[in-house]
C-alpha cells in the first residue's frame, strides 16, 4: 500500500506561478512511476508529467516549457514547478504512484487559474 498526499494547490492569475508536492508513504525506489494527472470539470483525467521506470520525465504537449516535474529522493516527495500558468490548466490536479501492477491516487488538490 502506498499513500500520496499532495499540497500546493490554489488560485493564481493567468501568467502565475505554483508548485505542487506529494509525499509517499513508500520509497520513491520501490515505486515504478511517479507523477501527476488532472482533472477539469466535465472531462478525462489525463497526464501532466510522470517519471517512469522506462522513459524517463514525460510531459504532455500542452505543459511542455511551463511545467517542471522534479523529486528528493530522501523525502520521498515528487514536486511539479507550474509557470506561465494559463486558464486552460485549472483542473484537479491528482498525485498517481504505480508499483508492481497497482496504481495508487492522492486526494487531489485544486488549482484555479483565474484573473
Known amino acids: 500500500q502506498v499513500q500520496l498526499v499532495e499540497s500546493g494547490g490554489g488560485l493564481v492569475q493567468p501568467g502565475g506561478s505554483l508548485r505542487l508536492s506529494c509525499a509517499a508513504s513508500?520509497?520513491?525506489?520501490?515505486?515504478?512511476?511517479m507523477g501527476w494527472y488532472r482533472q477539469a470539470l466535465g472531462k478525462q483525467r489525463e497526464l501532466v508529467a510522470e517519471?517512469?521506470?522506462?522513459?524517463?520525465?514525460i510531459y504532455a504537449d500542452s505543459v511542455k516549457g511551463r511545467f517542471t516535474i522534479s523529486r528528493d529522493n530522501a523525502k520521498n516527495t515528487v514536486y511539479l514547478q507550474m509557470n506561465s500558468l494559463k486558464p486552460e490548466d485549472t483542473a484537479v490536479y491528482y498525485c498517481h504512484a504505480g508499483r508492481w501492477g497497482v496504481n495508487y491516487w492522492g486526494q487531489g488538490t485544486q488549482v484555479t487559474v483565474s484573473s
Open positions: 517519471f517512469t521506470s522506462g522513459a524517463g520525465k
Open positions: 513508500a520509497s520513491i525506489f520501490s515505486i515504478n512511476t
